[in-house]
């Protein structure tokens, strides 16, 4: 099982993809986190979310980098993978110093062929990623181009994910639903 959870800042996504996760019955859960510890207001999030999640039986594997260079197990039957979130994991990558080496159109299709990596070998896989393209500003040719990947990853993985949902003030809105998420 696959699925994508989408939704503006702090909108209560990660809440609900762990409860996912909870309600999966794995009982092996990862907690794969991505965001860089650069600043204060970074290590403070950071912090926040390991007291959120701290007695709720996950194994934290931090991941700055890509996917496709961890080892990530292929005996994953009743594993729980919930992955913390795309757009730092797309920060990370694309502003990184050995980032976007090849045309936007390569490095989209890398970061999404290592999400999908990860789907495939995880048994019940929950990926976060924010919504971040309806406010309608002008940005810089450089975050215009973060935003431009990110839209089409966040595109790429609802179309791989069985079901598809967007937080909204802490309510899960289906856009799209697997039969066996129903229950």
């Given at each position: 099982m696959f699925i994508l959870v989408t939704g503006g800042a702090s909108s209560g996504k990660s809440a609900f993809a762990e409860g996912l996760i909870e309600k999966s019955g794995k009982?092996?859960?990862i907690y794969i986190a991505t965001m860089r510890p650069y600043d204060d207001e970074c290590i403070k999030r950071i912090e926040r979310h390991r007291l959120l999640r701290?007695?709720?039986?996950?194994?934290?594997?931090?991941?700055y980098g890509r996917i496709s260079d961890e080892k990530i197990s292929d005996n994953t039957k009743n594993t729980a993978v919930i992955f913390e979130c795309?757009?730092?994991?797309?920060?990370?990558?694309?502003?990184?110093?050995?980032?976007?080496?090849?045309n936007i159109d390569s490095f989209a299709e890398e970061l999404a062929?290592?999400?999908?990596?990860?789907s495939d070998k995880a048994d019940y896989a929950v990926v976060v990623?924010?919504?971040?393209?309806?406010?309608?500003?002008?940005?810089s040719a450089e975050t215009m181009k973060y935003i431009e990947i990110l839209g089409y990853l966040n595109?790429?993985?609802a179309e791989k994910a069985d079901c598809v949902y967007e937080v909204v003030c802490g309510i899960p809105v289906v856009l799209k639903e697997d039969k066996r998420e129903r229950n």
């Amino acid at each position: 099982m696959f699925i994508l959870v989408t939704g503006g800042a702090s909108s209560g996504k990660s809440a609900f993809a762990e409860g996912l996760i909870e309600k999966s019955g794995k009982k092996e859960k990862i907690y794969i986190a991505t965001m860089r510890p650069y600043d204060d207001e970074c290590i403070k999030r950071i912090e926040r979310h390991r007291l959120l999640r701290k007695d709720k039986g996950f194994e934290t594997a931090e991941i700055y980098g890509r996917i496709s260079d961890e080892k990530i197990s292929d005996n994953t039957k009743n594993t729980a993978v919930i992955f913390e979130c795309m757009s730092n994991y797309l920060g990370n990558n694309m502003f990184d110093e050995n980032g976007m080496k090849n045309n936007i159109d390569s490095f989209a299709e890398e970061l999404a062929e290592d999400i999908c990596l990860l789907s495939d070998k995880a048994d019940y896989a929950v990926v976060v990623t924010n919504e971040i393209f309806s406010d309608g500003e002008a940005y810089s040719a450089e975050t215009m181009k973060y935003i431009e990947i990110l839209g089409y990853l966040n595109r790429r993985l609802a179309e791989k994910a069985d079901c598809v949902y967007e937080v909204v003030c802490g309510i899960p809105v289906v856009l799209k639903e697997d039969k066996r998420e129903r229950n």
